[in-house]
């Protein structure tokens, strides 16, 4: 076991500067497409949220009318 300073240097030499600089470049790439899934996913989940909702509304409505024609 070296000093603290041998110890910096063998890991600094164990880097690798071409791997680091990549994963730094494709992050924002990363980072976008994780967002753009998230947003995808909430307008998928509201599309079916309101079309649930208008189905419920619209059966609800034909009952009613289907009540008040019968009675």
Known sequence: ???PVDRVAD???EVQVLRLLLS???FPFYVLGFVAGA???AVRWCY???SVGWADVHDA???DREAVDVG
Do not use: P, Q
């Open 61 to 63: 409505k034909l009952k």
């Open 48 to 50: 079916a949220a309101v």
């Open 1 to 3: 076991m070296g000093s």
């Open 11 to 13: 890991r600094a030499d």
């Open 39 to 41: 947003v995808w996913l």
């Open 24 to 26: 730094v470049l494709a």
